[in-house]
């Protein structure tokens, strides 16, 4: 179709439809952080409390903010799953903000041609 400032009309409806064909499924994403920690046990005479290189763990926990409030839950054996699921989050926004460019550019172009065939029509 046309070439404009905001650019190939034909090849921005591609993109966004390849970016939505890309999205993940929403039961298969986690908005939060996965985070390690090794941490001293509750034992009195465990080597952890002296000795630094000692620490339990890896433990790994989630990291989500629920109600303005950051909230850190263990997640035990589930950890591969939820950075993953945390991964594929950060795709999905990143393809989401990545389609609303490429909507915003889709408007302004319509918006350009819909002024120039009112100055042809008059």
């Known amino acids: 179709m046309t070439q404009n400032k905001w650019g190939n009309k034909e090849e921005l409806i591609k993109e966004r439809q390849e970016l939505i064909k890309g999205m993940p499924r929403w039961k298969d994403i986690l908005r939060g952080s996965v985070l390690t920690y090794f941490l001293p046990c ?3 005479g465990c080597r952890c409390k002296t000795d630094k290189d ?8 989630i990291s989500v903010s629920q109600k303005g409030k950051t909230r850190m839950y263990l997640l035990g054996r589930k950890r591969k799953e939820a950075v993953y699921a945390t991964v594929r989050y950060n795709d999905m926004m990143k393809r989401i903000y990545r389609i609303c460019e490429i909507n915003l550019r889709l408007l302004l172009a319509r918006k350009e041609e819909d002024e120039r065939k009112e100055k042809e029509e008059d």
């Open 42 to 44: 509750g034992k009195s």
């Open 54 to 61: 000692s620490l339990h763990g890896p433990y790994y926990y």
